[in-house]
Structure formats: C-alpha cells, structure tokens
C-alpha cells in the first residue's frame, strides 16, 4: 500500500485529526440534506463504526441501520416518490399516440430551445421556427451551449454532441422552405409569448402548412386551452389542440403538466404523453381551469408571502423558514428566480379568475409596485435581493426602504413553524381542492406534481402524503385556527373536512 503522507497521518491517524476531519464531513452532510435526509448521517456513521471495529461487528452495524433506515417516515416518503413516478408512466387513456417521427418547434426562446434541446436528444428531428435569424440565433446558442457544457463534463460524447446538433433544423419567417419542411411534421409545440390572440394566429400558420393527423401543443402557463382551441376562422382541428405545460428550464425541470380541452382527442392526448415520455419528463395529465395545477397551488403561496411581508415579517426570515421546511428554496427567492414580473401576473390572474377567497388575503401591489420600478428579480439584478454575481446576492438599501414604506415599518416576531404552517397550509389545501374538482386524477398525481414541479419537499411525500404523516385531522384544525385569526382564506376545503372527520388516510 502506498505510504500516508504526513498530512494524512494526522488526519486520520490522530484524535485531533479525526475530529476535524468527521466534522468537515457533517457540514458537507448538512450543507447537502438540510439535515432531512437521516440515511447520509447513518452512512457516515457505518464507516465511523467500521474504522473503529474492524472485525465481522461493523456488518452487523450495518444491517441494523439499514433497518432503521427502512422503517422511517422519510423512507415511506421517497419510495411513494419513486411508486408515483412508476405509476405516471402509464396514461390513463386508451387512444394508441401517433408515430412521431418530426417535432417542430414554433419560437427559440428559453422555453422553445429548451424544448427543442430534450426532444433532439432523445431522437426526434426536430425544426425549429422563430420569427427573425437573430431571435432563431440566440435559441440555437442555447442549445449549443448546453451540450457543450455536458461534453466538457464528460456527460455527452462529440459524437452524440453531433448528432443532436445535426437534428436540429433552424428555420424563420426568411426561410422559404419553411412550409415545405412543416409538411412532414407530426407534433408542433407552440412556445411563444402568453398573448391568445397570437397563438391562435399561429395554430392558423400551422394548420394551413402541416398535415391533418399532426397534434398542436401550446405550452402556455395560464390561458385556458379551451380559448385556444375554440373553433373559428383560426381553428379548424380543435381536436388536435392539448396543452403541454414545460417548467423552466426545461432541460433540468423533470415535470410535464399535459392539459386537454374538453373537445381535445384522445389520440392527440396519448401522443403529447408518449413524447413527454421519452422527453423524459414526468407526465401529469390535468383538467383546463385557471393555473392547471402547479401554478394554482402557486398562487395562494405568493398572495400569503406578501401578507407576512405586510406583517414586517423579514424576508430572510421567511426563506429560512421555508428552506427549513424543506423547499429547495425560499419564497422570496423563488420570485426573484421566476421573476417577478412572471410570480405578479400568475398572483394577479388567479385572484381575478373567480376561484373565491383561497385567492386573497395579501396585498398584490408589493409584487407589481416593483415590476413597475423594473426590479424583476435575477433576470434583472434587482428582485427582493441584489444580485452582482451567480451566488451573490444581499438585500439592498432600497428594497429596505421600499418594504419599510409598504409595512408602515412593521416588524412581526411570528414564529417559524407558524410562517411554515401559514404558507404551506395555503398551498395544500388548495392542492386537495383541486383533488376535490378532479383537477389531478389522485393524490398520486397531486403529490408528484408538487414535488416535481415546486419542489416541495420530497422527504415529506407530497402534500397528500405529508397530510397522512401530520394527521388530517390536526392540520384541519391548526387551518381552522387560522381562519379564525386571519380570514377564510384558510379555510379548510370540503374534501380535507370530509377526510379529518372519517379519519381516511389519501395513501392506503
């Protein structure tokens, strides 16, 4: 064996050495999990064991953590994850999906070069459509840029690099062959601005060019399919129309919100699910209502962020909290990543979009107050925080006199756990009113939904899955508790009075 050197022997060799060496390893542990995860720290602990005890005591050790380990909560939790992932695959309609061979991709920003990225990736080819060679440009870098940083870290080869890059044919409004390479396509994703008048002017562009089997997805995040889809002079396959719902960025988001129209077939239906499939996504099939369902469940979140920020709450405090509940990242930041501009318009529509209180109970105008003022979050270097670097980012004297003017200069000192209670209640609650309305067709859906596309803590389950955890019944309760102090817009929706009263759990 090679000799130690100096620096190991006394590291590994010394009681002063080990210590500082096993508490280098907890931080990273703890940096890692947030201190959620007890399988890191009891691995840490086998081989801690295993070094101290050489002989046969270090397996026995081992079995009886790995035992432990099985019998957690968090356990529970992480195989109803990956069940739920299993069981996704499997749509629930019967209609055989088209053989896609060609996917166009109609606009190259962020969202259509990301789509365009998954689809070439995994074999389709793949057109994809902007206005200009400028815009067209930028979209096709994108891609570009992805694939060389997956080449650099040895995640692609340059032949695969290749491949992708030579299925992507670029095409604009210049290209005069446009129409003609439409003509073979079998699936179009609209990926352009959130303006219905546009979109149905680009379900006419494509409908006169593409033959009449091929489907038309739009992936828009808040107008109803059903809008889109509505027969007229722009509209003549209605039936053709699904929504596919891609969360940014699209490479790395593993959540495809799949969304028909009432009229939307059931061939066009299971074809939007199979490439989502082999996109790689996870796939949710829900019902066309205001938000589909991620975004819904958002909603309630950013109204109740900005009544604690009403309250004085501070809003590194309000991101500890939410972090320590287990949400990759706070509320706060998570505008300022999604962007203002976009958390404002979701919060603005679906409080005027007739779904009652659930909606209300926090003052808008802190979020559009600041679109106002271009602070628009990271995008811009200005949201809640100042951003100047990838990491870097602290709360400016302006956004402090900003939020002193918009509290009156309130401070609250609530607590952590209510913070926790009072934004995750909202967005569970609203999560079984749309179990409730079969928005998702079951708790399964509902919980990877969550997971998947907000990131809500995968060591609880989901939302229904936490429910069954923390009790039904006692969290009716602490919902109650808060309509009563604050208003009904904590009120707890039928189906979770039904649950807390027959005592019935959302997974067996």
């Not at 720290?41 to 079995?63: M, Q, S, T």
């Not at 919902?479 to 604050?486: I, P, R, V």
Request: aromatic share 8%.
């Amino acid at each position: 064996p090679k000799k130690k050197s100096l620096v190991n022997r006394i590291i590994e060799d010394t009681p002063p050495g080990q210590y500082v060496m096993w508490n280098k390893v907890k931080q990273m542990v703890d940096k890692n999990s947030g201190g959620h995860y007890p399988a890191p720290y009891a691995i840490v602990d086998c081989v801690k064991f295993g070094l101290a005890n050489p002989g046969d005591a270090k397996f026995k050790h081992e079995r009886e953590e790995f035992a432990k380990l099985a019998a957690t909560k968090e356990s529970d939790a992480l195989i109803g994850i990956f069940d739920g992932m299993n069981q996704m695959k499997k749509p629930s309609v019967t209609a055989d999906p088209l053989s896609v061979k060609k996917v166009a991709v109609m606009g190259a920003g962020l969202m259509g070069a990301g789509i365009a990225q998954v689809t070439a990736e995994k074999g389709y080819q793949v057109l994809l459509k902007d206005r200009d060679d400028a815009s067209l440009g930028r979209g096709i870098s994108y891609m570009t840029d992805n694939w060389d940083k997956k080449l650099k870290r040895k995640r692609m080869t340059k032949y695969q690099h290749n491949i992708n890059s030579s299925r992507v044919v670029p095409l604009s409004d210049q290209t005069e062959s446009w129409k003609r390479h439409f003509a073979g396509a079998d699936l179009v994703i609209e990926a352009v601005f959130e303006n219905l008048e546009l979109k149905r002017k680009i379900v006419q562009q494509v409908e006169e060019v593409t033959p009449d089997h091929c489907v038309f997805a739009t992936n828009t995040s808040a107008i109803p399919i059903a809008d889109i889809a509505a027969p007229g002079e722009e509209v003549k396959r209605p039936e053709n129309i699904v929504g596919m719902h891609y969360f940014s960025p699209v490479p790395s988001m593993p959540l495809l919100e799949i969304i028909p129209h009432a009229g939307t077939s059931g061939e066009a239906l299971s074809t939007a699910f199979a490439v989502g499939t082999k996109q790689g996504k996870t796939c949710v099939v829900v019902k066309d209502v205001p938000g589909f369902y991620v975004n819904r469940c958002l909603g309630p979140i950013l109204v109740e962020f900005c009544a604690l920020v009403k309250e004085g709450v501070p809003l590194d405090k309000l991101d500890k909290a939410m972090k320590n509940f287990g949400m990759p990242v706070g509320p706060a930041t998570l505008i300022d990543e999604v962007g203002v501009d976009v958390a404002s318009k979701v919060a603005t529509y679906l409080a005027s979009a007739d779904l009652g209180v659930r909606m209300t109970g926090g003052d808008l105008s802190l979020m559009t107050n600041m679109v106002d003022k271009g602070w628009l979050g990271r995008k811009s270097k200005q949201g809640f925080f100042t951003y100047s670097g990838k990491k870097d980012k602290k709360l400016g004297p302006e956004v402090e006199a900003y939020l002193n003017d918009f509290t009156s200069g309130n401070v609250s000192n609530l607590g952590e756990v209510d913070i926790q209670d009072r934004i995750a209640s909202r967005l569970i609650n609203e999560a079984a009113k749309c179990l409730e309305d079969e928005i998702i067709e079951n708790p399964v859906a509902g919980d990877i939904g969550l997971v998947f596309g907000i990131g809500f803590a995968p060591f609880k389950g989901g939302p229904f899955r936490y429910l069954d955890s923390v009790g039904v019944s006692s969290y009716v309760d602490r919902m109650n508790g808060f309509a009563d102090q604050l208003g009904g817009q904590f009120e707890p929706c039928q189906l979770l009075k039904d649950y807390a009263a027959s005592g019935k759990k959302f997974h067996g």
